[in-house]
């Protein structure tokens, strides 16, 4: 199985150079495939693995994943908490350093989601970011234009990589390098941790579900990292994986990915992430808008459909009823590798709810689904 994740189909900005990871060279000696991502290019899948294999080895095991095309920015100065805090939707003050949040820039205008992002709250004068790739430039830009005096907004996409360890047997690879493993989840080292003399930020996190950890090193460290990471895994059966296997993992989640599931057109509301908005603050970027389509509960809202027959949903397929009155759209589909059925997610009109039957059109073919609440699969507690 080799569909390509979503955002895999979206072209670089006209003249823009194709940009590469701090790995490139050592994907392209294990024979991955290669995709665009947001501009960058980066591997869906590697020679022998595949995305069923890599998949598994993650569900089942571990596997390593290169997300170095992540952005990251950084800001600081006196108040930089505060700042980010009301700019974007998650309430800072929820946590405290050293922790990570999830969390969303949104149009002050419209309530669209212009990226959702990880906050690393490393201190009240230091937020950490990681954004999308193909939305970093943006993120900052917004960043940089409400800054107020004394406050810095710097783009460091390209000084730091970024490598996912993601599986049941995560931590046993990071202790095999010396790495940190005993933290709460979204829980970060406060100090970069020193590995072979190199400074590296471990976050207890990931996208798959799965017990993992995101390793931040310097952009010049992470082919070392990544060469000793394939050790620690060999003898675990653990694989490489693409961003393939990536998509995979994340929809059987239900996680939203960017440009489908979330965007300038989906807001947090009908993409069930309220939980990501601190409703409560006195202001954030596109509040307003926001609080008014909660309060009407007019707006589509995000489902799950399982396939009960053959076929696989896809983005922007339409969601019918069996008479065929349309009641809403696929955002994101794929063939689970767990469960050997269709599964996707969807924007359904309010009043549809979990058990209903509906049909999705697939380039004419019609194909019964169930309504489910996600997660499609469960997982052991991350």
Known sequence: MTSLPPDATALPVADAPVRTSPLDERHRALGAKMADFGGWQMPIEYAGGGVLREHTAVRERVGIFDVSHLGKASVRGPGAADFVNRCFTNDLRKIAPPKAQYTMCCDEATGGVVDDLIQYFTSEDEIFLVPNAANTAEVVRRLQAAAPKGIEVRDQHEDYGIVAVQGPRSAEVLQRLGLPTDMDYMSFTSAATSWQGRDIIVLRSGYTGEKGFELVPRWDDTPALWDALMDAIRDLDGLPCGLGARDTLRTE????????????????????????????????????????????????????????????????????????????????????????????????????????????????????VTVVKPPFVQVQPS
Not at 261 to 286: C, H, Y
Not at 322 to 328: A, K, P
Not at 330 to 340: D, I, R
Request: with cysteine.
């Open 253 to 368: 989640m239900g996680y939203p990915l960017h440009g489908s599931d979330l965007s300038m057109r989906i807001t947090p509301n009908m993409a069930r992430a309220g939980w990501a908005v601190g409703w409560n603050k006195e202001q954030f970027w596109g509040k307003d808008v926001l609080a008014k389509q909660r309060a009407e509960k007019s707006c589509r809202l995000a489902w799950g459909l399982l396939a009960t027959g053959r076929g696989i949903p896809r983005a922007h397929c339409a969601v019918t009823r069996e008479d065929g009155t349309v009641v809403g759209e696929v955002t994101s589909g794929t063939m689970s590798p767990t469960l050997k059925q269709g599964i996707a997610l969807a924007l359904l009109d309010r009043g549809i709810t979990a058990g209903d039957e509906l049909v999705v059109d697939v380039r004419g073919r019609a194909l019964p």
